[in-house]
């Protein structure tokens, strides 16, 4: 249920009504815009008396929402989240653009600091590293774990850019204390208490849409991280699973973009590498992700992908990744 107070309601009279409404056992979504306030009501509404809640002086209506995600869905935040990441002013969503850029797999010290130099002085605003790899074959190359995440804090350290990086296992959160977002990466979209974990702590989560998973399915996840108190999340599509084996793994749901704005105020960015998992293909997409409206991107970029250590067909070189910048840039300034 939802609450839109009157444009005049004085923040006296506000506070009481969101005192009363939690003392119903109610929790409090308050969205303040530049015209109103609304107020999200979730847990038992049928107890509330709508007609009462309609008839009081400061509120201007009371509708149901029927939408399975609440937190989450913009009926509830009518305004386009801007989630800050890191104290040095990057922001991603209502109109902030931001690219996030670096290896799937931290290699050593000196790999990352090239790579991030290099992705910094082309555009990109964050720095991600891959420590803990979600492979799907235990033989395969796991990651550096917590080693990777020293390496990238301190990469973070020196060269001031924040980081992002993604987390398996609950009982790996304390290495994460100086990660600026945690990833849940597309195996761990519905691994709820996970995601209720992460809705304990204050930091962005950037919450990857698992290649199975329908745009209502994402948005629950994304609700199970509001609903314990974190609202700084970031969606981010990468690809869903599709009969057609031409693609070395999944089909990019571009329109995932334009929809996700429609039913959520959160911060939609676009993967392109781990659903197509080709290099050359991954400018192109990134190109089609911008134009329909996406808040940012992530782009694998190594050094030497033929020789990384996990998904060398999906990362570009810092070169390439600095020429795709530039047309990106100019897409961003003709649109
Ligand atoms: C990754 O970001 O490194 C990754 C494995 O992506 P996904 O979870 O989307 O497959
Ligand atoms: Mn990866």
Same mark, same amino acid.
């Given at each position: 249920?939802?609450?839109?107070?009157?444009?005049?309601?004085?923040?006296?009279? /506000?506070?009481? $009504?969101? *005192?009363?409404?939690?003392?119903?056992?109610?929790?409090?979504?308050?969205?303040?815009?530049?015209?109103?306030?609304?107020?999200?009501?979730?847990?038992?509404?049928?107890?509330?008396? *709508?007609?009462?809640?309609?008839?009081?002086?400061? =509120?201007?209506?009371?509708?149901?929402?029927?939408?399975?995600?609440? !937190?989450?869905?913009?009926?509830?935040?009518?305004?386009?989240? =801007?989630?800050?990441? +890191?104290?040095?002013?990057?922001? #991603?969503?209502?109109?902030?653009?931001?690219?996030? @850029?670096?290896?799937? /797999?931290?290699?050593?010290?000196?790999?990352?600091?090239?790579?991030?130099?290099?992705?910094?002085?082309?555009?990109?605003? #964050?720095?991600?590293?891959?420590?803990?790899?979600?492979?799907?074959?235990?033989?395969?190359?796991? +990651?550096?774990?917590?080693? +990777?995440?020293?390496?990238?804090?301190?990469?973070?350290?020196?060269?001031?850019?924040?980081?992002? *990086?993604?987390?398996?296992?609950?009982?790996?959160?304390? $290495?994460?204390?100086?990660?600026?977002?945690?990833?849940?990466? @597309?195996?761990?979209?519905?691994?709820?208490?996970?995601?209720?974990?992460?809705?304990?702590?204050?930091?962005?989560?950037?919450?990857?849409? +698992?290649?199975? /998973?329908?745009?209502?399915?994402?948005?629950?996840? !994304?609700?199970?991280?509001? @609903?314990?108190?974190?609202?700084?999340?970031? $969606?981010?599509?990468?690809?869903?699973?599709?009969?057609?084996?031409?693609?070395?793994?999944?089909?990019?749901?571009?329109?995932?973009?334009?929809?996700?704005?429609?039913?959520?105020? $959160?911060?939609?960015?676009?993967?392109? /590498?781990?659903?197509?998992?080709?290099?050359?293909?991954?400018?192109?997409?990134?190109?089609?992700?911008?134009?329909?409206?996406?808040?940012?991107?992530?782009?694998?970029?190594?050094?030497?992908?033929?020789?990384?250590?996990?998904?060398?067909?999906? @990362?570009?070189?810092?070169?390439?990744?600095?020429?795709?910048?530039?047309?990106?840039?100019?897409?961003?300034?003709?649109?």
């Amino acid at each position: 249920m939802i609450a839109v107070l009157k444009a005049n309601a004085s923040q006296e009279r /506000c506070d009481m $009504l969101i *005192t009363w409404l939690k003392k119903q056992g109610l929790a409090v979504h308050v969205s303040k815009g530049e015209n109103q306030t609304v107020l999200g009501l979730v847990g038992d509404t049928a107890s509330v008396d *709508t007609d009462m809640l309609s008839s009081l002086d400061i =509120v201007e209506k009371v509708t149901v929402v029927s939408d399975p995600f609440k !937190a989450a869905g913009r009926k509830f935040h009518p305004d386009d989240s =801007v989630i800050e990441i +890191g104290d040095r002013g990057v922001k #991603i969503g209502g109109g902030n653009f931001a690219v996030i @850029a670096g290896p799937g /797999c931290i290699e050593s010290p000196e790999q990352l600091s090239g790579i991030t130099d290099s992705v910094k002085t082309s555009g990109a605003g #964050i720095l991600f590293g891959g420590a803990f790899l979600p492979r799907s074959s235990p033989y395969d190359f796991q +990651g550096l774990g917590a080693e +990777g995440i020293q390496i990238l804090t301190a990469e973070k350290k020196r060269s001031g850019i924040p980081v992002i *990086t993604e987390i398996k296992d609950i009982r790996s959160l304390p $290495l994460f204390e100086d990660v600026d977002i945690i990833q849940v990466g @597309a195996r761990n979209t519905q691994n709820f208490d996970l995601l209720s974990e992460l809705g304990g702590i204050n930091k962005p989560i950037l919450l990857k849409r +698992g290649p199975a /998973c329908t745009i209502r399915e994402l948005l629950m996840s !994304a609700e199970y991280i509001i @609903a314990r108190g974190n609202d700084r999340v970031i $969606l981010c599509e990468r690809g869903i699973c599709s009969f057609d084996n031409a693609y070395l793994r999944d089909v990019l749901d571009i329109s995932a973009i334009p929809l996700l704005h429609k039913l959520t105020h $959160l911060p939609v960015v676009m993967d392109p /590498c781990h659903a197509i998992r080709r290099a050359s293909m991954i400018e192109p997409m990134a190109k089609a992700a911008v134009a329909a409206g996406a808040d940012g991107l992530i782009i694998e970029v190594h050094n030497d992908p033929v020789h990384s250590r996990s998904g060398a067909t999906q @990362a570009i070189t810092p070169d390439r990744f600095s020429e795709m910048m530039k047309k990106i840039q100019k897409l961003r300034e003709v649109l």
